[in-house]
């Protein structure tokens, strides 16, 4: 009797199976989505306040996985390994999506071709900072002291091959000149040892700066987005002071596994797009230093394309590696 | 305004109604978290972090702050009955809490660590409400320089932590700086002694390692000595937790300068409760006049370092509020949850905010207070826990602690280390090596290494940046001194027996 039942289950779930793949009847039952960054992290932030409110706008239920390591390569190698039906997601970003494939020596998954790209969520741009007390009154002066003291200047990161340190590599490369690279593990000691004023300046992402630039305990000489961002009006872009089309970013964006079916892929960016519009998200997430992005899963696929192929040449011409 | 007005205010907010229950219910889920091994509180936290996005932004940190310092009230519980620490900052409650239990004093121990706990929170409250903004400022100074002699001059005190052979302590030193050395150079990016496997490169979880060497290593070696009977029905009475004027006595110096030592550590960023209890154990240990009685159930091994986590689970909060500098992740997640309400952590915190700075700050001593309450009537319930059989209670405690262990990242891997650290604490059992030098040098070692080597880096390669800067040169003659009087006193000792 028993096993009669579980056979009867069985073929229902094969005989099912198939037809869940397609946007009619999705989800089924709860979407796992993997944040591949330990809990307390933007990336955590960033999923969280997502999926709450797609929660609360479409009625579906998210189950949130934390699982970080190997500069979120963990968890979205967990992703590739999952069913194409959209019942797990996770958020990509630009370490683990763009960086890590140059970076690593190992990784285990392709990230243009393991993944469906569904939506583009957010991004943040890095600041350069200084504290209140440095001598350093503009980002002029900056680059001025370290093109006459090559190697001399400091510059702490929140580690080797992040967004912020391969943003300067590249900014280096591009005005010919040469930091003192301090790395850190993570964006909290590399900020307070600048507002310490332990080294010259600080280049970390917007959230990781801006409460300690609004308290006035660090002084923003520049921002890395191609413009200047609303949070910092008074901060110019690193590319409008001469360094011509020079931009970082550090952007988040939900992907499924490879070959999603279109009609889910459409209906998930629909969602999150909704998400997006609404007000409170949005101020919460710029609140945090964050800025709003969204738009449609092929626009995203072309900018995932062109930052793969930027952060790369990037990477070989910095010289870091992650063996 | 002025302070008593600012004080005024602070309890006026804590006290409001809805206040007092998120803080009850921080306190509470805290004290659970803690006893129950391994279930980390970053985790609770971040759990509960989207449900404060429709919070007060003051009752939703008096409930984070809840769950924190509660953690460290119940963290004790399991590690003075069962030999296995709630989180890693009550491993070194085990070795003189588990003698205690294991003498019938189960009770007196857990109480104990409640007074200890009380009077160090409110020490650290104290210190907070003071001088926050004095404190933050000196914090700041502190470079990679100074930090690196501090460590050198925390490994130096502690040496003398564990019991027995000198030179075994020395090697689980040298052990745990070994395992804490393995992961990803954080300056070049190369894996050490990671052995391709991607979860390696990120570093061992110290919550696998503490639960394997003191929880699981436990739980292995009392199978095979299973005692009849381990406890009295007189152990449970109400009387049996009344601690003797002997204990008393003895403890409240131990409480005084672990809630010092607890302060100091707590107030600087990155290093935190954890290391401020073991280093309280070790200072208690060297200056007993009868540093054997250690490891045998002496009441200072217990009172001290609880007083030390306390403390400085409430100092933790100076940089994270005066400066907007988290400590520790679960530090960064509280300002997370000020930021997302639009509120800017730092200097200004203070006097723009000031219900919420002082109401949070004045929670703390409700939440204090809850917790006691909380407690003590607790410790019967627990100490009842004694009378499960162990076929039924170790397999308890064993699952527990794979899922906490589990939590903290989600990992079957970390799961795994925990057996594997289980194998070597018990072999380290076995012959007789100390679990604690273990634990401090992992904790230390990496610490030593990243500032040592960004000191380095910042000064162009000069060693004489560690004696220019006044504060590190400091650190580093106390340090001298320490070797050279404790040397002295080991000659001295030696030509004492010899001549006799």
Redesign the interface.
């Known amino acids: 009797m028993k096993n009669n039942t579980l056979k009867k289950l069985a073929c229902a779930l094969l005989v099912t199976l198939p037809a869940v793949a397609s946007a009619q009847n999705y989800p089924q039952g709860s979407i796992e989505f993997i944040v591949p960054f330990s809990a307390g992290g933007g990336t955590d932030f960033a999923s969280r306040v997502l999926t709450e409110k797609m929660a609360e706008q479409q009625g579906w239920n998210f189950v949130i996985e934390n699982r970080g390591g190997a500069g979120g390569n963990i968890g979205l190698a967990q992703l590739t390994r999952a069913a194409k039906d959209g019942q797990v997601l996770a958020m990509g970003q630009t370490s683990n999506m763009a960086i890590n494939p140059t970076l690593y020596a190992n990784i285990p998954y392709d990230a243009l071709t393991d993944f469906t790209p569904i939506a583009l969520v957010s991004s943040q741009p890095m600041v350069v900072a200084v504290s209140k007390q440095s001598a350093y009154d503009d980002f002029a002066a900056l680059v001025e002291a370290a093109r006459e003291n090559p190697g001399k200047v400091s510059m702490s990161t929140p580690g080797a091959g992040t967004v912020s340190h391969l943003a300067m590599e590249v900014f280096s490369n591009q005005a010919d000149i040469e930091f003192m690279h301090i790395p850190y593990p993570g964006a909290a000691q590399a900020v307070t040892d600048a507002i310490g004023g332990h080294v010259d300046f600080v280049a970390a992402s917007l959230p990781s700066v801006l409460s300690h630039l609004r308290s006035g305990s660090l002084k923003a000489l520049a921002v890395t987005s191609r413009e200047r961002n609303d949070a910092l009006p008074e901060t110019p872009s690193v590319a409008e002071l001469g360094y011509e089309g020079f931009e970082a970013s550090d952007w988040k964006a939900v992907v499924g596994p490879a070959e999603l079916p279109e009609d889910i892929v459409a209906t998930l960016n629909a969602a999150v797009n909704e998400a997006l519009q609404d007000e409170r998200l949005r101020t919460t997430i710029e609140n945090e230093g964050s800025t709003v992005e969204g738009g449609t899963a092929e626009e995203f696929a072309d900018f995932l394309q062109a930052e793969h192929a930027r952060w790369a040449d990037a990477v070989t011409a910095s010289g870091a590696t992650v063996q | 305004m002025d302070f008593f007005g600012n004080l005024g205010l602070g309890l006026q907010t804590a006290l409001s109604l809805t206040n007092v229950f998120y803080c009850f219910v921080g306190v509470f889920l805290g004290t659970l978290l803690g006893v129950i091994p391994g279930i980390g509180v970053?985790?609770a936290?971040?759990?509960l972090?989207?449900i404060t996005?429709h919070m007060e932004p003051t009752s939703a940190l008096i409930m984070l702050a809840g769950i924190w310092y509660g953690t460290s009230y119940g963290g004790s519980t399991a590690s003075i009955l069962l030999n296995v620490p709630g989180t890693p900052a009550n491993a070194v409650v085990c070795l003189d809490g588990y003698p205690m239990a294991q003498q019938g004093r189960g009770a007196v121990a857990l109480f104990m660590t409640t007074v200890a706990s009380f009077v160090g929170g409110s020490i650290g409250i104290v210190i907070l409400t003071l001088f926050a903004p004095v404190i933050a400022q000196y914090a700041?100074?502190?470079?990679?320089a100074e930090y690196f002699s501090l460590m050198l001059l925390g490994l130096v005190a502690a040496t003398g932590i564990a019991d027995g052979s000198a030179v075994k302590g020395f090697v689980m030193v040298m052990l745990g700086i070994f395992l804490g050395g393995i992961g990803?150079d954080?300056?070049?990016?190369?894996?050490r002694f990671a052995f391709?496997i991607?979860?390696l490169?990120?570093g061992i979880s110290l919550v696998a390692l503490a639960m394997g060497v003191f929880g699981v290593a436990e739980l292995i070696i009392s199978v095979g000595s299973v005692k009849g009977k381990r406890f009295e029905s007189s152990d449970l009475t109400l009387r049996a937790m009344k601690p003797t004027r002997d204990d008393m006595k003895r403890s409240w110096r131990p409480m005084l300068r672990g809630s010092g030592i607890g302060s100091f550590f707590g107030a600087l960023?990155?290093t935190g409760p954890s290391l401020a209890a073991f280093i309280a154990y070790a200072i208690e240990k060297r200056t007993a006049r009868d540093p054997s009685r250690f490891g045998k159930g002496a009441i200072e091994g217990i009172t001290a370092p609880e007083s030390a986590n306390n403390a400085a689970d409430q100092t933790s909060f100076i940089?994270t509020l005066a400066?907007?500098?988290?400590?520790s992740?679960?530090m960064?997640?509280m300002?997370?949850a000020l930021?997302?309400?639009?509120i800017?952590?730092?200097?200004?915190l203070m006097t723009e905010q000031p219900s919420l700075f002082w109401g949070l700050v004045m929670s703390f001593w409700i939440g204090n207070v809850l917790l006691v309450i909380l407690n003590v009537p607790l410790i019967g319930i627990w100490v009842r826990l004694l009378a499960v059989p162990y076929h039924l209670l170790f397999p308890a405690v064993l699952m527990f602690i794979c899922l906490g262990t589990y939590s903290v990242?989600?990992?079957t891997f970390d799961v795994l280390l925990v057996m594997v650290f289980g194998a070597l604490g018990v072999g380290m059992r076995k012959l007789a090596f100390p679990a604690a030098p273990l634990i401090l040098g992992f904790v230390l070692g990496p610490m030593m290494e990243?500032h040592f080597r960004?000191a380095m880096?910042?000064s162009s390669g000069e060693f004489a940046t560690f004696v220019q800067r006044p504060i590190s040169a400091t650190l580093l003659a106390i340090t001298a001194a320490l070797v050279l009087w404790s040397t002295l006193s080991a000659l001295r000792a030696r030509r004492r027996s010899t001549s006799q």
């Open positions: 970053l985790a936290i971040s759990m972090f989207p996005f700041l100074s502190m470079g990679s990803t954080v300056y070049t990016g190369t894996q391709g991607p979860e490169g990120d960023p990155g940089p400066l907007g500098i988290p400590g992740p679960t960064a997640l300002l997370g930021i997302i309400h639009g800017t952590p730092g200097p200004g990242n989600n990992s990243d960004r880096l910042l």
